[in-house]
């Protein structure tokens, strides 16, 4: 089984700063990471597929990056509404998909 | 546009059954799986398994294969998530969400239907 590392587990910023998160796979997945944002109360929503590819809708000051086993999101000037917690995911063996634990983006 | 609306909160007793559903409109629902995440309260995304609602072809993660059971009805476009007997460990949301067929992604989720178990 693939296992996702995150951390960690919680970052503190401020509006304005550029935060980027990590995401580790225990082996390589190729670029099949996804990240997920969730907001409280909220379903997940998809920001990024493919480590790098931008889900339909998202603002450009989210990038991804990265393959086979070490992958970042960069949010490059966080907006309030950016404080939320994001999951990576994986997808490499089909039919498993595993997601990571999460990381928290606080406001400082 | 796309929409996946999923059933409403639920509240059960433990051992007891129940059938959540997920309804898909704004896309053709046979051309997509269907998936099936849990989050239990404070925690994070379990995947749980998917169902393709064609040809009701479905993977279960490991985790979960025997203690939930997934469906599908494609005349109304609905997918279904039961348990024959409920544990208070159950104690979760669950979301469903679309997966492309070719995809490694879910690119639509439902509002999530929370399930209380308590005695």
């Known amino acids: 089984e693939i296992v996702l590392t995150q951390s960690p587990a919680t970052l503190s910023f401020s509006p304005g700063e550029r935060a980027t998160l990590s995401c580790r796979a225990s082996?390589?997945?190729?670029?099949?990471l996804s990240w997920y944002q969730q907001k409280p109360g909220q379903a997940p929503r998809l920001l990024m597929y493919?480590?790098?590819n931008r889900a339909t809708g998202i603002p450009a000051r989210f990038s991804g990056s990265g393959s086979g086993t070490d992958f970042t999101l960069t949010i490059s000037r966080l907006e309030p509404e950016d404080f939320a917690v994001y999951y990576c995911?994986?997808?490499?063996?089909?039919?498993?998909?595993?997601f990571g634990p999460g990381t928290r983006v606080d406001i400082k | 546009e796309v929409q996946l609306v999923q059933s409403g909160a639920e509240v059960k007793k433990p051992g007891e059954s129940l059938k959540i559903s997920c309804k898909g409109s704004?896309?053709?629902?046979?051309?997509?799986?269907i998936g099936w995440v849990r989050q239990i309260p404070g925690k994070g995304l379990e995947w749980m398994g998917m169902?393709?609602?064609?040809?009701?072809?479905?993977r279960y993660s490991p985790s979960f294969e025997g203690q939930v059971t997934m469906s599908a009805d494609k005349s109304i476009s609905t997918a279904y998530l039961q348990w024959s007997r409920l544990k208070a460990s159950e104690n979760a949301i669950y979301y469903c969400?679309?997966?492309?067929?070719?995809?490694?992604?879910?690119?639509?989720w439902g509002q999530g239907t929370p399930v209380t178990v308590s005695s």
């Open positions: 082996q390589s997945i190729s670029d099949y």
């Open positions: 704004g896309y053709n629902f046979l051309s997509y799986w």
């Open positions: 995911q994986q997808r490499s063996n089909w039919p498993l998909f595993t």
């Open positions: 493919d480590a790098s």
């Open positions: 169902i393709y609602p064609d040809d009701s072809d479905i």
């Open positions: 969400a679309r997966h492309p067929r070719t995809a490694t992604y879910f690119d639509s």
